[in-house]
């Protein structure tokens, strides 16, 4: 079983930069692609980014595509995403998730709040 811990998270003004890290701990982390997500309050989940086990395949959604970017170290069983330009619309908790198949994700961490004020 494999556990996953975002942090990275904040609050930051439009126009800025954060890095979410998602740290995972037990399991075969290299197994697994992994995916952030993010939930703003009264709406949808909404699906950000995946990378595939090597690092060397990646998705992106098209809200977030040229701004952020998904990357891993496995060495180090953390998979990062790279904010750059964050808008206010980018406000929420941001979750990272491992899955096998890119379509059932079997864990998820607890969510680390981004907030972008204008």
């Known amino acids: 079983q494999v556990q996953l811990v975002e942090s990275g998270g904040g609050l930051v003004q439009a126009g800025a930069s954060l890095r979410l890290s998602c740290a995972a701990s037990?399991?075969?982390?290299?197994?697994?692609?992994v995916g952030w997500f993010r939930q703003a309050p009264g709406k949808e989940r909404e699906f950000v980014a995946v990378?595939?086990?090597?690092?060397?395949?990646?998705y992106y959604g098209d809200s977030v595509k040229g701004r952020f970017t998904i990357s891993r170290d496995n060495a180090k069983n953390t998979v990062y995403l790279q904010m750059n330009s964050l808008k206010p619309d980018d406000t929420a908790v941001y979750y990272c998730a491992a899955t096998r198949d890119y379509a059932t994700y079997d864990y998820w961490g607890q969510g680390t709040q981004v907030t972008v004020s204008s």
């Open positions: 990378v595939n086990w090597s690092g060397g395949l990646t």
């Open positions: 037990r399991g075969p982390f290299n197994d697994y692609a």
